[in-house]
């Protein structure tokens, strides 16, 4: 192989990362559509579902309206120019479909503590399946960090952080170590922190499966 190639083969790497992932996040939002108009949330059967999109959900919401807002007003503006005004029309429907979809990803894909374990998500990024035999523990504990990694060292192990607003407030530590898929990555971990809205139901859910 020549010298010359060789950035070309690195640069490439990161760019279908990329677009594998933008591929992930569209194909999701559209599912999440289809969830949500046939009132299909994802959850095991005899499980039961614990929301997550409290703390985010205003701001969700002025995004979506502003969204809207922006619609016809961006198209008033152009509206002499066709060759401009349909596209920005294009781009703006996506848009606005796009913020609709990410909320009802949330709405369409909770938490869920059933008989098999605990599955916790984090809309169409996340869903971590964790079964019984393999977990420890399951307490309350308030963790508020801006700017950290979604996986880091704990004392407890190798932790990764399903983190709402920057908060979570379950800890859930396992037996042994456990791979999942984060991204377009599988990564081995010992403990899931993440936030529930109803962290006293999600505790006693759990009490029924584990003393």
């Given at each position: 192989m020549s010298v010359g190639t060789e950035p070309t083969t690195a640069r490439a790497h990161p760019v279908a990362r990329l677009a594998r992932a933008a591929w992930r996040a569209e194909v999701g939002i559209?599912?999440?559509?289809?969830?949500?108009?046939?009132?299909?949330?994802?959850?095991?059967?005899?499980?039961?579902?614990?929301?997550?999109?409290?703390?985010?959900?205003?701001?969700?919401?002025?995004?979506?309206?502003?969204?809207a807002v922006e619609l016809p007003i961006i198209d008033l503006i152009v509206h002499p120019w066709p060759w401009l005004r349909i596209p920005l029309l294009a781009l703006g429907i996506w848009g606005l479909t796009w913020m609709i979809g990410f909320l009802l990803g949330y709405l369409t894909r909770p938490h869920a503590v059933g008989p098999d374990g605990i599955r916790a998500r984090l809309g169409t990024d996340l869903d971590v399946d964790l079964r019984w035999?393999?977990?420890?523990?399951?307490?309350?504990?308030?963790?508020?960090?801006?700017?950290?990694?979604?996986?880091?060292?704990?004392?407890?192990g190798r932790t990764l952080a399903i983190r709402i607003a920057n908060e979570t407030n379950v800890l859930v530590v396992l037996e042994r170590p456990v791979r999942t898929r984060l991204g377009g990555d599988e990564v081995e971990i010992h403990a899931v922190r993440l936030w529930t809205d109803d962290l006293d139901g999600f505790l006693d859910a759990v009490r029924t499966h584990i003393p």
């Open positions: 559209w599912q999440s559509l289809y969830r949500w108009a046939f009132r299909r949330p994802r959850v095991p059967a005899g499980a039961s579902a614990f929301s997550y999109h409290s703390p985010v959900l205003t701001i969700l919401v002025i995004f979506i309206v502003l969204s035999d393999d977990i420890a523990s399951v307490e309350r504990s308030r963790d508020v960090t801006e700017k950290a990694p979604k996986v880091r060292d704990e004392p407890h």
